[in-house]
């Protein structure tokens, strides 16, 4: 095995396992230690310090870096119109939703990583109300603030839309030119529809006031243990209108919140009513 740059100890692992799970939720197995040495490693060299255990009291001493460590240890994978048997259910509850005179449809996407899921989202609906300006309002959170500034400039590689058809390539994004050759970026109409906040669903307050008529959280609840999961499903629950929907990853099951939501198709819930 190729010796590694920075003496990384077990002890050094374990701090850093908790520290991550105590500031994010995040879980992370014994099996990460590979993964975590290469993404704090970034970070030892980004600050000059020569040691795992010099980062760690530089962590202590340091406020600011605390953003970084976090965005250090965050995953993000994502694809426009990833599951995508989520869309079309999606739009036909933002329908519903307006039929009931909701104005506009609300829709937060809960772990938006670099924007594709909620522009997926904002796709999907200008296609089912068949304008440009539907009356629809999406938040784009992510624990991840480097991923949520990246979101909010809606500018990707090429490669990143090669599996949508042509035509919505077409209807949907703009094609880079000169020194944007190669990129392309959503348009304006779509990225109006989308406002990006970066927000720890561990925090003790979240900014939302009003109710949505669905959440997206799909993808991540797989990094929290069963007991944290509750805890942010728990606070999602009145959040949702009583007809609105909680659409959740392929890998992701909520029996152990029987209490707070029903299956309503595949992995997607409803609010149950509380007593």
Known sequence: MREREFAFTDRDFERIRTLIYQHAGISLSSAKVDMVYSRIARRLRATGLVSFQDYLRYLDETPEEWQNFINSLTTNLTSFFRESHHFPILAQCALDARRRGHHPVTLWSSACS??????????????????????????????????????????????????????????????????????VRLRPEVRA????????????????????DAIFCRNVLIYFDKAT?????????????????????????????????RLQGKTVYAPLARM
């Open 229 to 261: 999961q509750y805890k942010i499903l728990e606070r999602f629950h009145p959040l949702l209108r009583p007809e609105g929907l909680l659409f959740v990853g392929h890998s992701e099951s909520l029996t152990h919140v029987s209490d707070l939501f």
């Open 193 to 212: 529809l989308v406002t990006f906040r970066p927000l720890n669903l561990l925090s003790d307050s979240w900014p939302m006031k009003g109710r949505f």
């Open 114 to 183: 670099t924007g594709e899921e909620p522009y997926s989202m904002a796709m999907s609906l200008i296609d089912a109300f068949g304008t440009w300006s539907p009356p629809v309002r999406i938040l784009a959170t992510d624990l991840d603030t480097n991923v949520v500034q990246q979101a909010a400039q809606a500018v990707y590689p090429l490669e990143r839309v090669e599996k949508l058809p042509e035509a919505d390539v077409k209807r949907f994004f703009l094609r880079g030119r000169e020194s944007q050759a190669g990129m």
